[in-house]
């Protein structure tokens, strides 16, 4: 995922030019001001992107909960520790 990131950051080819300390409205104008439509469609792809690839806190504990009940069930699905280690 991370070199795909740079990938379309090397395409966008599109700078903005920062002051120190912005507030979202302000970066947003800013973006909206110096990219072009095409280069916000990918940025907005790849800041959606990222919130996808990480679970939200109520998915989490909804998870955690599933696996206590499976366990005090006796039915909790375990995997082998080399196969979740390779997943690392």
Not at 70 to 82: D, I, N, V
Request: proline share 3%; hydrophobic share 40%; net charge negative.
């Amino acid at each position: 995922m991370y070199y795909l990131r740079n990938e379309i950051l090397d395409i966008m080819k599109a700078t903005l030019q920062l002051e120190s300390t912005v507030s979202i409205s302000h970066l947003a104008q800013m973006i909206r001001k110096q990219l072009p439509a095409k280069d916000r469609l990918a940025l907005a792809g790849m800041l959606q992107q990222d919130d996808d690839d990480e679970p939200r806190k109520e998915q989490i504990l909804s998870q955690l909960k599933e696996d206590l009940i499976a366990l005090k069930k006796g039915t909790l699905k375990t995997r082998p520790l080399k196969e979740v280690l390779d997943e690392l």
